[in-house]
C-alpha cells in the first residue's frame, strides 16, 4: 500500500522540506515506513513516485506533474527540482503495487484540467465491479483512462459524478469548483463505489472469497480546496491510517538550515500551513491530528473541517470499537492503538503508546457508591462485618490491571459514611434520641454497623426490653 502527503500554504514552500529534509520525509517512507506492516518486500514503497505541485496562475490552473518508476530514493532528478522548486499547494505520493504494472501511467498523483487526485488503498472487489464501474462512465472518461490502477478508475468516476452534478471537470474556475461542491461529488463517488460492490451478487461472493471492503483513502484538490477521506467499507473495521497538522509555519528548531529536526510551529490561533499525510513526517505526535475513521477532511484557505461520513457504515454510538486486524492483514496500520487481543507488541513506536485508564467501573450498578472511581478499577467487593472478631472499618479488595492493592491503601468510601449515618440514627431513633436527621436516606432495618443484632441487645439493653 502507498503512502501520500498533501501540503497547502498561505505561502510557498520549497518540495524539499516536505520530500527530502524532514525525519521521516516522505522519502524516507519510500523504503522505512514505520505504519506500513507488510513485510513481504519489506517495508519499501518502491514502485515509483509522484509530485504534483501549482505554479504561478500566469503559467495556468494545470498542475505540474513529475512521476517515475524509480524508487523515489534513488531518484536524483528528484533530488535536483525539489531543492530548486517551490508551491503553496503540493501532493506526493510513493507507490506499493496492488492493482496496475509498474509503469509511470500508474503512478500518483493523477490529474484532469485543474483537479488532481491520490489514493492509498483499494476498492473492495475491483475484479467484480470494474466492468459495471466502465459501463457507467461517459465514453470520455471512459478513454480517459489510461493505467490499470483502480485509483485512476476511482478518479474517472469522480470527473464523470462531478459532470452530472452539473460541472465541467475540465472548465478550471479561476476560484475553483468550490470546497461544498468537491465535498458532495466525493461523497458520492464513494456512495457510487459502494452501490457497484453491493451489486455482486451473494453466490460470486462464496464461490470466488471476494473481500468486499474498501479502503479508501482519497485525496483530491482543485488548486484551492483539498479534500481528503479516511473511509473503509465496513462498520466493524478502521480504516488506513491518516493524519493532519496545522499551524503558522512548518520550519527546522535549530538554526542550522541542514537540520532535519522539523516541526509545526504555532504563534497563535491561526493556520498558514496544513500537512495531511498518511505517516507523520515527525515523531513528535502532538504535532498530529487522527483523522478518524469514516470522516472526510476539507482544507479550504487553511481552515480545516472534519465531517462523518454518514452512512450504513457509520455508527453514532460513542462506545463503538471498531477492530484493526483487516487493515493489518492488507499491509497497513491503522491510527487507533489496539484494543485486541493478538496484536503484535513490535508496533512501530510512532503508533503505540500506553493505553488510556478506563475510567469507569465495571461492576453492577446495584453495587456502585457515590465516590468517583479511580483509575484502572475493574472490581470493588465489601467484605461482610457480621462478627463481632471482625475490625469495625470498612475492607475493600480492589483487583487492578496490575494484581491485588491493599485495602489500607484506599481512602475510605464517602458511601459507607452515610450508611454509618443512616444506622445510627436508626439507633437513635429507637432509644429516643432522635437527630432529627434531614438526609434523605430511607432509615434502614434496626441494625447497628455490626449488623448483629445480641449486639444490639447487649449494648442498648432499653432497645431489647422494648
Known amino acids: 500500500m502507498c503512502r501520500f502527503l498533501v501540503y497547502k500554504g498561505s505561502d510557498e514552500i520549497l518540495l524539499s522540506k516536505l520530500i527530502l529534509d524532514p525525519t521521516h520525509s516522505i522519502l524516507k517512507q519510500s523504503f522505512d515506513s514505520r505504519l506500513r506492516l507488510d513485510t513481504r518486500r519489506g517495508q519499501n514503497n518502491a514502485d515509483g513516485f509522484g509530485i504534483g505541485f501549482y505554479t504561478e496562475p500566469k503559467l495556468g490552473a494545470a498542475p505540474c506533474l513529475f512521476t517515475s518508476t524509480t524508487p523515489a530514493w534513488n531518484c536524483v532528478n528528484l533530488q535536483r527540482l525539489a531543492s530548486k522548486t517551490a508551491s503553496h499547494l503540493i501532493f506526493a505520493h510513493v507507490r506499493a503495487t496492488t492493482e496496475g504494472s509498474l509503469s509511470e501511467d500508474n503512478c500518483h498523483p493523477f490529474c484532469h484540467g485543474s483537479l488532481m487526485w491520490m489514493h492509498n488503498g483499494g476498492l473492495g472487489g475491483w475484479k467484480q465491479i470494474k466492468r459495471r464501474l466502465g459501463e457507467r462512465l461517459a465514453d470520455k472518461w471512459y478513454l480517459g483512462v489510461v493505467g490499470g490502477t483502480d485509483s485512476e478508475w476511482a478518479f474517472a468516476l469522480f470527473l464523470d459524478t462531478l459532470e452530472r452534478m452539473g460541472h465541467d471537470p475540465s472548465s478550471q474556475p479561476a476560484g475553483g469548483f468550490g470546497p461544498t461542491v468537491l465535498r458532495k461529488a466525493m461523497l458520492k463517488t464513494i456512495a457510487l463505489i459502494n452501490e457497484l460492490i453491493d451489486s455482486i451478487p451473494d453466490s460470486v461472493i462464496l464461490a470466488e472469497a471476494v473481500d468486499t471492503r474498501s479502503l479508501l483513502n482519497f485525496a483530491l484538490t482543485d488548486g484551492h480546496t483539498v479534500i481528503c477521506t479516511r473511509y473503509v467499507g465496513s462498520a466493524q473495521d478502521e480504516a488506513a491510517s491518516l493524519y493532519y497538522s496545522s499551524g503558522t509555519l512548518w520550519d527546522t528548531k535549530a538554526p542550522d538550515p541542514a537540520s532535519r529536526d522539523y516541526h509545526m510551529e504555532r504563534s497563535d490561533k491561526g493556520a498558514d500551513v496544513v500537512l495531511v499525510a498518511s505517516e507523520p513526517l515527525t515523531f513528535e505526535r502532538e504535532n498530529w491530528v487522527n483523522v ?63 493505553q488510556k485508564k478506563f475510567l469507569g467501573p465495571t461492576i453492577p450498578i446495584s453495587m456502585a457508591r457515590s465516590r468517583t472511581p479511580e483509575p484502572s478499577t475493574v472490581a470493588r467487593v465489601r467484605t461482610s462485618l457480621s462478627h463481632t472478631d471482625q475490625a469495625p472499618s470498612d475492607v475493600r479488595a480492589i483487583t487492578t490491571s496490575n494484581g491485588i492493592r491493599s485495602a489500607a491503601q484506599q481512602p475510605p468510601a464517602q458511601g459507607n459514611i452515610k450508611k454509618k449515618r443512616a444506622s445510627i440514627t436508626t439507633v437513635d431513633t429507637y432509644s429516643g434520641n432522635s437527630h432529627h436527621d434531614s438526609s434523605p436516606l430511607t432509615p434502614e432495618p434496626p441494625r447497628t454497623e455490626f449488623g448483629n443484632p445480641n449486639k444490639i441487645a447487649q449494648y442498648f439493653p432499653e432497645l431489647s426490653m422494648s
Open 292 to 354: 478518524p475513521t469514516n470522516s472526510i477532511l476539507t482544507v479550504h484557505n487553511q481552515t480545516v473541517m472534519v465531517h462523518p461520513i454518514l452512512d450504513r457504515f457509520y455508527d453514532r454510538s460513542p462506545h463503538h470499537r471498531r477492530s484493526a486486524a483487516f487493515v493489518r492483514a492488507r499491509g497497513l496500520s491503522a491510527n487507533e492503538k489496539a484494543l485486541t487481543p493478538g496484536v503484535p507488541a513490535s508496533l512501530p513506536s510512532i503508533e503505540v503508546e500506553p
